[in-house]
């Protein structure tokens, strides 16, 4: 994958954007969420399939600290990330994958499809690439509304194999919507390496589309917030589609309970956590006051989890509503 090069190079730094450390507790509320969520799932409290986002929250992070609640998303099946970064809470987050009625989608959407409008999360899919379209059509209506929001997809470099990346890039060059493609490639089609799926990489495809493409080490979060941000303003100012791509590791397996007997990594998972927290400390921050912070999140996850726990399941007469419009009387 290239690198930014000084073709294409963005100008400016993320001045006003978050601190280091502000990223770093984003993303240590994110890895400690999805510690919750694979305890959850072993003791049967989450239902269905749970895919964890470990080692791609500086994806996550520091591309969403460049977006504003107006402007949004489409996530993937490993989401879990991506709605917390983009401001969905702890507590609507839990309710839901756990299937409680008061979770952010009445826990109707649960782990693959969870979802918060207000923030605009506009939902994770269990169809690979399936959420670049979504993402295509709300970057479609920002630029019918007016004013300067965008659209971003979150997509892993296994959905190049899909179609409809092709017709996304296309449709969104043509018709100049001011979308952000974000690829987290973390080198695998769910049990294969991407390198067996595809023959071409995003950057010869996004030049054959002619947009822009910026690719990146994810595993940095001060880094891709920075390129995020400039990315983000030159997206709201010229109106059109960018690319973007970050390195990532896929820390866990595919879905959680994956043996992964297939996976033999030459090189071991690169964890931008760790990589954040060692900047953090060559920087002068304490060792006790980044502890004092995950000791926070901590209390403040597992407080969410007892509260969902608490929370009551919906009724079979609720559960069935809203599956089929009502008709109207004659």
Known sequence: MAEVTDDNQPHGRNESGPA???LYRRMVLIREAEKSCGALFAA??????IHLSDGQEGV?????ASLRPDDTIASTHRGHGHALAKGLGLDGFFR????????ACKGRGGSMHVADLSVGMLGANGIVGGGIAIALGSGLAQKLRGGDGLAASFFGDGALAEGIIHECLNIAKLKTIPMLFVCE????????PTSTQVTFTLEKLAAAYDILYFGIDGSDVEKVAEL???????????????????????IRGHYEGDSQRYRNDAAPPVDPLSITRAMLTERGVATADLETIEEAIRAEVQRAVEAARLSGEESLSEAQAEVYAVAAAR
């Open 60 to 64: 996550s992070v520091g591309v969403m």
């Open 44 to 49: 049967g409290e989450i239902p269905g399939f």
């Open 228 to 250: 995020a941000a400039d990315l983000v303003a030159r997206i709201r100012r010229e109106r059109g589609p960018i690319v973007l791509e970050c390195s990532t590791t896929r």
């Open 20 to 22: 280091l450390v502000e």
């Open 185 to 192: 490639n973390n080198g695998w089609s769910e049990f294969s």
């Open 96 to 103: 839901e994958l756990m299937g409680k009625a008061d979770g």
